[in-house]
Protein backbone atom coordinates (compact mmCIF):
# COMPACT_ATOMS: atom_id res chain seq x y z
CA UNK A 1 0.00 0.00 0.00
CA UNK A 2 1.27 3.34 -0.94
CA UNK A 3 -0.15 6.56 0.52
CA UNK A 4 0.36 9.89 -1.18
CA UNK A 5 -0.32 13.95 0.08
CA UNK A 6 0.33 16.76 -1.73
CA UNK A 7 1.39 19.74 -0.59
CA UNK A 8 2.52 23.45 -2.24
CA UNK A 9 -0.23 24.81 -3.47
CA UNK A 10 -2.04 28.09 -3.50
CA UNK A 11 -3.07 31.61 -4.96
CA UNK A 12 -0.79 33.39 -7.24
CA UNK A 13 -0.40 35.77 -10.05
CA UNK A 14 -0.06 34.74 -13.59
CA UNK A 15 3.60 34.66 -14.28
CA UNK A 16 4.51 33.18 -11.35
CA UNK A 17 5.85 30.24 -9.73
CA UNK A 18 5.03 27.63 -7.56
CA UNK A 19 6.63 24.00 -6.41
CA UNK A 20 4.36 21.08 -5.26
CA UNK A 21 5.78 17.95 -3.41
CA UNK A 22 4.13 14.20 -3.54
CA UNK A 23 5.58 12.87 -0.76
CA UNK A 24 4.90 8.68 -0.74
CA UNK A 25 4.56 6.76 2.74
CA UNK A 26 6.99 4.64 0.85
CA UNK A 27 9.80 4.22 -0.74
CA UNK A 28 9.22 5.41 -4.52
CA UNK A 29 12.12 3.70 -5.56
CA UNK A 30 9.52 0.87 -6.57
CA UNK A 31 7.22 3.01 -8.24
CA UNK A 32 7.06 2.32 -11.97
CA UNK A 33 5.40 5.55 -13.03
CA UNK A 34 4.93 8.68 -10.60
CA UNK A 35 3.06 11.82 -12.19
CA UNK A 36 0.52 14.76 -11.63
CA UNK A 37 -2.50 15.55 -13.14
CA UNK A 38 -4.78 18.26 -12.73
CA UNK A 39 -8.61 19.16 -12.93
CA UNK A 40 -10.11 21.90 -13.93
CA UNK A 41 -13.73 23.38 -12.59
CA UNK A 42 -16.34 21.22 -14.85
CA UNK A 43 -13.34 19.50 -16.43
CA UNK A 44 -11.78 16.18 -17.06
CA UNK A 45 -9.15 15.17 -14.87
CA UNK A 46 -5.83 15.47 -17.52
CA UNK A 47 -2.10 14.29 -17.25
CA UNK A 48 0.44 17.20 -16.48
CA UNK A 49 3.63 15.63 -16.68
CA UNK A 50 4.91 12.00 -15.61
CA UNK A 51 8.31 10.12 -14.78
CA UNK A 52 9.76 6.75 -14.77
CA UNK A 53 11.59 5.33 -12.17
CA UNK A 54 14.68 5.58 -14.77
CA UNK A 55 14.02 9.26 -14.82
CA UNK A 56 12.24 9.51 -18.38
CA UNK A 57 9.82 12.51 -18.76
CA UNK A 58 6.46 13.26 -20.39
CA UNK A 59 4.96 16.25 -20.08
CA UNK A 60 1.63 17.92 -21.86
CA UNK A 61 1.62 20.16 -24.07
CA UNK A 62 0.25 22.99 -22.83
CA UNK A 63 2.92 22.70 -20.29
CA UNK A 64 6.32 22.17 -22.62
CA UNK A 65 9.29 24.80 -21.22
CA UNK A 66 6.65 25.99 -17.88
CA UNK A 67 6.70 22.73 -15.72
CA UNK A 68 9.58 20.13 -14.74
CA UNK A 69 9.07 17.21 -13.00
CA UNK A 70 11.40 15.31 -11.20
CA UNK A 71 11.64 12.59 -8.29
CA UNK A 72 13.93 12.48 -5.36
CA UNK A 73 14.30 8.57 -4.31
CA UNK A 74 16.06 9.35 -1.26
CA UNK A 75 13.13 11.56 0.24
CA UNK A 76 10.36 9.12 -1.30
CA UNK A 77 9.69 12.72 -3.23
CA UNK A 78 8.51 13.89 -6.57
CA UNK A 79 8.03 17.69 -7.09
CA UNK A 80 6.38 19.23 -10.34
CA UNK A 81 8.34 23.41 -10.52
CA UNK A 82 5.61 25.20 -12.06
CA UNK A 83 6.79 28.64 -13.86
CA UNK A 84 5.26 30.91 -16.17
CA UNK A 85 2.25 29.78 -14.77
CA UNK A 86 -1.18 31.01 -16.56
CA UNK A 87 -4.89 31.10 -15.53
CA UNK A 88 -5.78 28.35 -17.38
CA UNK A 89 -3.25 26.46 -15.06
CA UNK A 90 -5.96 26.89 -12.22
CA UNK A 91 -7.25 23.42 -10.98
CA UNK A 92 -6.89 20.66 -8.26
CA UNK A 93 -3.60 18.63 -8.88
CA UNK A 94 -2.92 15.34 -8.27
CA UNK A 95 -0.28 12.95 -7.68
CA UNK A 96 -0.52 9.48 -8.93
CA UNK A 97 1.56 6.55 -8.77
CA UNK A 98 1.72 3.49 -10.78
CA UNK A 99 2.95 0.05 -9.10
CA UNK A 100 2.05 -2.34 -10.85
CA UNK A 101 -0.72 -3.64 -10.85
CA UNK A 102 -1.60 -0.86 -8.36
CA UNK A 103 -2.45 2.90 -9.09
CA UNK A 104 -2.65 5.26 -5.77
CA UNK A 105 -3.95 8.90 -5.34
CA UNK A 106 -3.40 11.93 -3.72
CA UNK A 107 -6.24 13.93 -2.62
CA UNK A 108 -5.25 17.18 -4.15
CA UNK A 109 -3.89 20.54 -3.72
CA UNK A 110 -5.59 23.15 -4.83
CA UNK A 111 -3.76 25.74 -7.74
CA UNK A 112 -5.15 29.37 -8.57
CA UNK A 113 -3.16 31.81 -11.07
CA UNK A 114 -4.95 35.17 -11.57
CA UNK A 115 -5.12 36.79 -13.97
Known amino acids: QVQLVESGGGLVQAGGSLRLSCVAS????????MAWYRQAPGKQRELVARITSSGSTNYADSVKGRFTISRDNTKNTVYLQMNSLKPEDTGVYYC?????????WGQGTQVTISS
Open 96 to 104: NGLKIPNLY
Open 26 to 33: GSIFSINV
